[in-house]
């Protein structure tokens, strides 16, 4: 009898938590970038507290994530780098929906090193830093990077250059910079996430790079601009198309984006910005979605595709205030009017979400 | 030639061997000591027992990636204790059977693969029919990393059990089986020790396969089949952010990854009766 | 029960679970190949199996791949890690066995297994932050200098003394690989029956003559068990490894210089690679760390069948 009793309790008691799962609050899960997931770790630590929404997003890299929201075993997927036009239509063909794009916010590469005894920042142009990384230069006291800087005292320790040795979007959104600033670093390496590097030491992630740079006096490499004001790691100005040499910060970043004409799809690169006072190094950082969630095996209900959406909203505007102290730059007003384009367009079948 | 000469290389002998484990006791002593020096400052009582937070926000720990490390990590070693263990068993005491010869190389030919092509395939074995990611998933790929070391050592202590244990029992009347489960295993109880716990170290400490099958999790979770965060996992990721915070729970976790897995195996050896 | 169903029914029930599980297994490797192959299939058709294996250059963004540079590099760094780690894996396991007094036994032995307790990414921490510097002001500028004065045509070979490099990842993966060769190693050793020792001392050798012509003959064979894992722990190492070399997938590496190995290039790139031919030569590189673990096994087999004195069985 006992037993009979007992037997019962535990089927009501599972039964009981299997429900509470159920009804219980939305889960979300997202994976790719690494270089926003601090920030997605804010925003989503915040949202919890608004909504009850759980969101589980994982930096395993923007190629993984692209992959994984191919898969369907993930909600959302982000990405430093938007998808080409055959990686759209891969998504196209399987399952008759497009990936919609939402920059969430923006982050810039910038040129870190060390040279001891140089105390403000160096000048340098696009065209100069391509020489750099091709290996071209070979000493700091160079008349090509002496004409920049005028009245500093370069020293003539040799150049080291330090690259990414793990296919990163910070790579990407710098070779891309180089292959428009100078032909023949479009020629012979042009860009990607992985390239193969003519000169220079390979470091793993931001910090491998920058232990290097602070190591190897002589030094320079690539870095996230999150992560130079993290760690204050001293970075020098680069000219952009209107001849202004810019220091990259949230507000120079910020001003990279704010464009003419922002393509209704949020896919622009903005690196060599037309911007006048913008930083030409600059990019946006992406959420990526179908836009009908529906196709999307990893949804079960409507008000998981509803809070998704809801989220991105809520990312596109009141999360903005996040950003900066967090050292990345918000979005200019341009693209959040994109944004509430494309968030509206959303749809679960034939359901709007917004 | 002489007894004194003899003596002389004797002793020379024995200063190469002390010498030869200290070349490898020494740096231990320093990485043990690094470990602790940057990890012992993080492991406050917020470490164990809460779940982590955005950078910028004091407190957060590692409560879900602890757990999740023991739940993951313990399937795991099941996992692959029960087929490794009866691979070395077949491949120790049933020399004369066909499968042998495919097993030992299988075996072999797993020890050399990256950990990360096993998360590949607990991926497509595990992630893809389900349809998320998963503990489970996770405890497969490492499962994979850690079949192979528990064959090649239970194989090869099993074999160094000598003969003359198995006639004894064989004489005395025992079935073949009987005579494995309860005379070989026991007396070579040391030596299987010693492969799993060597395997679960491997295990314990890999990142890159556990990347899309357990996936990660920040929020706590026991249930195997939900996506689970992992103490690897997490000093994989917080290592390389730019936060001196998370730098410091990196250590932490390195540290306390460190002290799990030794004391896993000086119970192991304690409880076990060790060697002889 | 009945004496036969103990007997035989037991014995039949046995065997047939370990052979299923041992079957299981086996199956399960099937599959990782069949895995691997399907996933190398696309990169391994474009350029071929030699002409995957034996090119050069390895360009993401051009869509060229070759294995080659990753293959010398795991060759290269897994040989001579190999090389190191040997000996001091091997005293530290006869010291423990042999010459210790008993109460340090355990926790010498305990301490030697403890390096296969670190997490490979504290490794490769505690290589760049600590084993680097040193390295880099004490042992390869110094080099480095004296070649340039005194024997300019070594420095190719020396190549840039930035402390990252093939080097110091091959010191880490020495280190790393030790307790895999010492732990088996002391327990073959251990296992040598105490009648073989007590003959040879009744017959008026020395300790160490002892060790080498009655212990270490006899737990040959587990030793080399021991060396083979340690090598496979070396080819498929990747964490530490990816931190401390360097990463470069240019040929000719030097000794300072950054090199790269198969397990490094996969680590490194897997994760962002979104280009299909590119994920397909990372699998394809894994394909081929796959083939070299069995042609070390197939050469390890045939030693260890050389080896006829296999301790246990006569």
């Known amino acids: 009898m006992e037993v009979m009793g007992l037997r019962k309790l535990a089927l009501f008691f599972l039964l009981g938590v299997v429900g509470l799962a159920q009804a219980g609050g939305v889960r979300l899960t997202g994976a790719g970038a690494t270089f926003p997931y601090p920030l997605y770790a804010k925003y989503f630590a915040e949202y919890e507290k608004l909504t009850g929404v759980r969101v589980n997003y994982q930096s395993i890299g923007s190629g993984g994530g692209v992959r994984q929201l191919f898969e369907q075993t993930v909600h959302f997927g982000a990405s430093d780098a938007p998808l080409s036009d055959a990686e759209l239509k891969k998504f ?8 919609v794009h939402v920059p969430t916010a923006l982050g810039a590469v910038v040129p870190a090193y060390n040279l001891p005894g140089v105390k403000k920042p160096l000048n340098f142009t696009g065209p100069l830093l391509a020489e750099l990384f091709l290996g071209k230069v070979k000493t700091w006291n160079d008349p090509r990077i002496a004409k920049l800087n005028p009245g500093l005292r370069l020293p003539p320790l040799p150049v080291t250059v330090v690259h990414r040795s793990d296919g990163s979007g910070t790579t990407y959104i710098w070779t891309e910079y180089l292959s428009k600033v100078s032909p023949e670093w479009k020629a012979r390496v ?16 931001n910090e491998g790079v920058a232990g290097l740079v602070r190591q190897v006096p002589g030094a320079i490499g690539y870095v996230e601009l999150t992560f130079a004001l993290q760690t204050k790691l001293p970075y020098g100005a680069v000219q952009n198309r209107a001849g202004r040499f810019v220091l990259a910060t949230v507000e120079t970043v910020r001003k990279a984006a704010e464009l003419e004409d922002f393509p209704p799809d949020a896919r622009v690169s903005l690196t060599d910005t037309p911007a006048p006072e913008g930083y030409p190094i600059s990019s946006f950082t992406w959420i990526l979605v179908y836009r009908d969630m529906a196709k999307n095996r990893a949804f079960k209900r409507f ?29 200019p007003e341009v693209a959040v009017k994109v944004n509430e384009k494309n968030i509206q367009s959303l749809r679960f079948g034939d359901r709007p979400l917004r | 030639m002489n007894l004194g000469r003899r003596r002389f290389r004797d002793r020379v002998m024995a200063a190469l061997v002390v010498l030869g484990t200290l070349v490898v006791l020494v740096p231990l002593f320093f990485i043990l000591f690094y470990v602790f020096a940057e990890g012992l400052g993080a492991l406050n009582w917020a470490f164990f027992t809460q779940g982590p937070r955005p950078p910028g926000e004091a407190g957060g720990g590692m409560l879900p990636a602890i757990v999740g490390t023991f739940v993951v990590d313990l399937i795991a070693l099941v996992l692959a204790a029960v087929l490794g263990l009866a691979a070395g068993i077949l491949l120790a ?62 194989e090869g202590v099993l074999k160094l059990i000598p003969w003359e244990l198995r006639e004894a029992g064989l004489a005395l009347g025992l079935p073949r089986w009987r005579v494995v489960l ?8 040391g030596g299987i020790l010693t492969g799993l716990m060597l395997a679960l170290a491997r295990g314990a400490g890999e990142a890159a396969p556990l990347l899309f099958t357990a996936f990660g999790n920040p929020y706590l979770t026991t249930n195997p089949l939900e996506p689970m965060d992992t103490l690897p996992l997490k000093i994989f990721v917080y290592a390389v952010s730019p936060y001196e915070d998370w730098h410091r729970q990196a250590w932490g976790a390195a540290l306390l990854l460190a002290l799990l897995i030794m004391a896993a195996s000086y119970l192991a050896r304690r409880y076990a009766g060790g060697r002889r | 029960m009945p004496r036969w169903i103990y007997r035989r029914l037991g014995d039949r029930l046995f065997a047939g679970v370990v052979v299923a599980l041992g079957l299981g297994l086996v199956l399960l490797a099937l599959l990782i190949a069949y895995e691997l192959y399907s996933g190398a299939a696309p990169a391994l058709g474009r350029f071929g199996f030699f002409g995957f294996l034996l090119g050069r250059e390895w360009d993401a963004v051009r869509g060229v791949f070759g294995a080659w540079p990753a293959l010398l590099g795991t060759l290269i760094t897994s040989a001579l890690a190999l090389v190191l780690a040997f000996f001091p894996a091997l005293a530290a396991a006869i010291y423990v066995v042999e010459l210790a007094p008993a109460w340090l036994k355990e926790p010498v032995a305990y301490l030697v297994d403890l390096l296969a307790a670190l997490p490979s990414v504290v490794y490769g921490l505690w290589g760049l932050f600590v084993l680097v510097p040193p390295l880099r002001a004490h042992v390869e500028s110094p080099l480095y200098l004296w070649a340039a004065a005194h024997a300019p045509g070594v420095l190719p070979l020396l190549g840039p003394p930035t402390g990252i490099g093939l080097f110091s990842a091959t010191l880490v993966l020495a280190l790393m690989i030790v307790p895999y060769a010492s732990s088996l190693a002391r327990d073959a050793l251990a296992l040598v029956p105490r009648e073989q020792r007590e003959a040879m001392y009744a017959l008026g050798a020395t300790r160490w003559e002892v060790i080498r012509g009655a212990v270490i003959p006899y737990a040959r064979a587990g030793i080399f068990s021991g060396v083979v894992l340690a090598l496979a722990r070396a080819l498929g190492e990747t964490m530490a490894v990816t931190m401390l070399i360097g990463n470069s997938v240019e040929l000719p590496y030097s000794l300072f210089g950054p090199a790269a190995t198969m397990a490094s290039l996969i680590a490194n790139e897997f994760t ?12 394809a590189v894994g394909l081929l760390l796959l083939l070299i673990a069995l042609l070390t096994n197939l050469v390890a087999t045939w030693i260890l069948n050389r080896m006829q004195l296999e301790g246990g069985r006569r």
């Open chain 1, 303 to 331: 008000a998981e595709a509803k809070a998704l959406a809801d989220l991105l909203w809520w990312i596109s505007h009141d999360a903005q205030k996040y950003n900066e102290p967090l050292h990345y730059a918000r979005l």
């Open chain 3, 272 to 283: 962002e690679a979104s280009d299909d031919l590119h994920l397909s030569a990372l699998v």
């Open chain 1, 190 to 205: 042009g860009f990607g996430k992985s390239v193969r590097w003519p000169t220079g030491l390979g470091g793993k992630g």
């Open chain 2, 93 to 154: 005491e049933y020399p004369e059977h066909p499968l042998n010869p495919p097993l030992r190389l299988v075996a072999d030919v797993m020890a050399g693969l990256p950990a990360i092509l096993m998360g590949l395939v607990a991926f497509v074995l595990v992630v893809k029919p389900l349809g998320h990611f998963s503990g489970l998933s996770g405890s497969v790929a490492l499962a994979l990393i850690m079949i192979p070391i528990i064959v090649r050592a239970t």
């Open chain 2, 182 to 189: 309860s005379l070989v295993l026991p007396a070579a109880r």
């Open chain 1, 92 to 99: 196209k063909d399987r399952y008759g929906t497009d990936v």
